[in-house]
């Protein structure tokens, strides 16, 4: 196959949703759609169980399974298919944000019954603001939930979608018969068993016909026919184009877990669904056609082994093919490194790769090389843009809780920050470190992670920030920035990068403080050029 061939096949995506939407019962069934696994359980056990929110060894656990979870691969009608695993915990959901920047589209599963739910919202924003091609998927039909057209109004007013529906729902819960396919023009019938799935497929290209009556009843006919009238008037057209630029949005009804609407799901996924897609640099558009490697780390996962402190970046290929044991260049630390053992991801397991394409997700071992967001090229020096950090909803001090310890925990702290586990402020004024979590959850998991894997203790302390915000003066030596970093001495700080940062305490400090000093820009992420 050619190059340009294996380019074009491959389809890197990711789902997401509100925990409990039905996002690992979707993945799995896809997954045995491609042959991928043989039965249905193997990727249950890649969720923090409920009720264990607290307890940091689940989150151990889950995190020693998550390797083999992270990239799914299996190939589907002569596609390559790589799904992300997206972590639905929202304590997690930076490591969500930054594995949407290595995805070229992503399914979105909502909860027939509960809409669209809060954590839903934050990831489709996500996806919005980088123009990433959306499919949502309605799941749990087989239960009593919203009409379908409040849904997709829901769907509208809150994600801000503009949606098309490409399948719809004859009937539901208790009532439900089946799904009209619009996509396919054919009508499927819902058996309620897991295990035959899809009792019937009827091609139906002309509802107006009689037969539909004899198929499905009188009363539901009319009501389908009322319905997809409606669909014609209300929604746009499908068109290929304007899903592909995120400006329109197709909706499919289903049920996974009865593995019902997924194959239709799929189908259109893989005949509509982008290759991956040219990516920005902070100097130019890199096309995944260019011969010349290129590609980015998204994700770092360090060992479960304390012993050995060697990690797993995951790196998403953007252009031309990478290599085995050839020498690619480290960006942000100028020197060139090889690859012995290039891991590729399947559904269960991970190999030894000697080529990968764009698109492809490359597991390297990494002895602490990688931050996430390294660039590596053949040489070109750029880097990628779109791993930005959002602003944490946790502040706390870390102290050192063991003076004898004192090296290892900077070096815990260095590496778990590279690894994107939280945010590391230090303090202009004192060289204290103030650490920053999107959730609770991680204050546990760094404590227990210092202990276990570098020997460090630490304590915490609350520090009262609401809101860490990104500076940017007009100009660097003005008076008006001069003056602001005077009066705001105590609150600022340098992130990981260096970046100067403002810790507001309150939404109406960072209105005064912009009123006040109108030429220093305040953001809420750390990318804003
Ligand atoms: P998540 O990854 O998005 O968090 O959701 P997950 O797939 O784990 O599904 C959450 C729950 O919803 C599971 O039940 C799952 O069986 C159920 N579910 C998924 N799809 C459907 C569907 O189409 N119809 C119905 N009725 N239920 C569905 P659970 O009881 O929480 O877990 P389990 O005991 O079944 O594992």
């Known amino acids: 196959m050619s190059f340009l061939e294996e380019i074009q096949r491959r389809r890197t995506f990711g789902i997401i949703s509100h925990p409990d939407a039905g996002k690992t019962t979707l993945t799995e069934k896809l997954l045995l759609f491609g042959g991928a696994i043989q039965e249905a359980g193997a990727v249950k056990n890649n969720k923090i169980k409920k009720g264990a929110t607290s307890d940091f060894m689940e989150i151990e656990r889950q995190r020693g399974i998550s390797v083999s979870t992270s990239v799914l691969a299996f190939n589907y009608k002569e596609k390559k298919i790589n799904i992300l695993d997206t972590p639905g915990h929202k304590d997690f959901a930076e490591d969500t944000f930054r594995t949407l920047t290595a995805v070229d589209s992503v399914i979105v599963v909502i909860d027939v019954a509960k809409g669209v739910e809060e954590q839903t919202e934050k990831l489709v924003s996500v996806c919005r603001m980088r123009n990433i091609p959306i499919i949502v998927f309605i799941n749990k039909l087989d239960r009593e939930g919203k009409d379908a057209f409040d849904l997709m109004d829901e769907v509208e007013q809150k994600l801000g979608l503009t949606v098309t529906p490409l399948s719809f729902p004859i009937g539901m819960g208790y009532d439900f018969q089946g799904i009209y396919n619009l996509w ?301 970093k005077r009066i705001k001495q105590k609150f600022l700080a340098h992130d990981k990068y260096g970046q100067l940062v403002f810790l507001a305490d309150s939404d109406f400090t960072i209105q005064m403080t912009q009123s006040k000093f109108p030429t220093v820009k305040l953001f809420f992420t750390s990318e804003f050029d």
């Open 184 to 484: 396919e023009q054919n009508i499927n019938l819902f058996s309620g068993d897991s295990r035959k799935n899809i009792e019937e497929t009827i091609a139906f290209s002309d509802v107006q016909s009689p037969e539909l009556e004899q198929i499905i009843g009188q009363k539901p006919a009319d009501k389908l026919r009322e319905e997809l009238e409606l669909i014609d008037e209300v929604y746009p057209k499908f068109n290929q184009q304007d899903y592909l630029d995120g400006k329109l949005q197709p909706v499919f009804f289903g049920s996974a877990l009865n593995n019902f609407g997924v194959r239709e799901l799929l189908d259109c996924f893989v005949a509509i669904a982008p290759s991956p897609r040219p990516k920005d640099s902070e100097t130019r558009l890199v096309d995944p056609k260019e011969e010349k490697m290129s590609g980015f780390v998204f994700k770092i996962h360090a060992n479960m082994d304390p012993k050995h402190r060697d990690r797993l970046a995951f790196i998403k290929i953007v252009s031309g093919t990478f290599e085995r044991n050839k020498p690619y260049f480290h960006v942000r630390q100028k020197k060139n490194l090889k690859f012995s053992s290039p891991n590729a991801f399947f559904a269960e397991k991970k190999e030894i790769v000697d080529v990968s394409y764009p698109g492809d997700i490359v597991g390297l071992h990494d002895t602490g090389n990688f931050k996430i967001g390294d660039t590596l090229t053949e040489g070109e020096v750029m880097s990628f843009k779109g791993i930005p950090s959002f602003s944490p909803e946790h502040f706390r001090y870390i102290n050192n809780a063991d003076p004898l310890k004192a090296k290892q925990l900077d070096k815990g702290i260095d590496q778990l920050m590279d690894e994107g586990v939280a945010q590391l402020f230090t303090l202009e004024m004192n060289n204290r470190k103030v650490i920053g979590t999107v959730g609770a959850l991680q204050y546990e998991v760094i404590q227990y992670r210092l202990e276990h894997e570098y020997g460090a203790k630490c304590s915490y302390e609350n520090f009262p920030v609401h809101k860490a915000c990104w500076v940017k003066p007009d100009d660097a030596k003005s008076e008006e920035f001069k003056e602001f």
